[in-house]
């Protein structure tokens, strides 16, 4: 009986202490999605250079949110380069090329099961 109470204490203590980590997960993902948007949005209107402003913001979000939760590397790191490129174009005044990438960002971060 005492090993069945230690075994339930200690799975809820894992579950509360694991919470902080998804939410904070989640957080980066969710800001990095936001930012790549405004990208996309703002790289249609050719605003180029709000547009790179949100991809570089995105593409932090994106390498934090990749480095905390390691089984959904695959699809940030997709992002990660979708954005990079983001920033390429929308660097060189190609606002348009810009947006596409970043959609494409968001893609793979929804991909990645953040």
């Known amino acids: 009986m005492r090993i069945i109470s230690t075994m ?6 894992a579950c509360f202490m694991s919470t902080p980590v998804l939410a904070s ?7 990095a999605m936001e930012h790549a948007g405004k990208a996309q949005a703002h790289g249609e209107m050719g605003h180029a250079k709000e ?8 593409l932090a979000h994106a390498k934090a949110a990749r480095d905390d939760h390691a089984a959904s590397h695959k699809h940030m790191d ?14 060189m005044g190609h606002g348009a090329e810009s947006a596409k990438h970043s959609e494409e960002a968001m893609k793979h971060m929804r991909q990645s099961g953040h």
């Not at 997960?25 to 800001?31: F, M, N, Q, V």
């Not at 547009?51 to 995105?58: D, G, Q, R, V």
């Not at 997709?78 to 660097?91: F, G, P, R, T, W």
């Open 8 to 13: 339930i204490v200690t799975g809820a203590l």
């Open 25 to 31: 997960d989640a957080g980066h993902t969710s800001e």
């Open 51 to 58: 547009s790179l402003s949100h991809a570089k913001e995105s």
């Open 78 to 91: 997709e992002a990660i380069q979708h954005l990079e490129e983001a920033i390429k174009h929308a660097d």
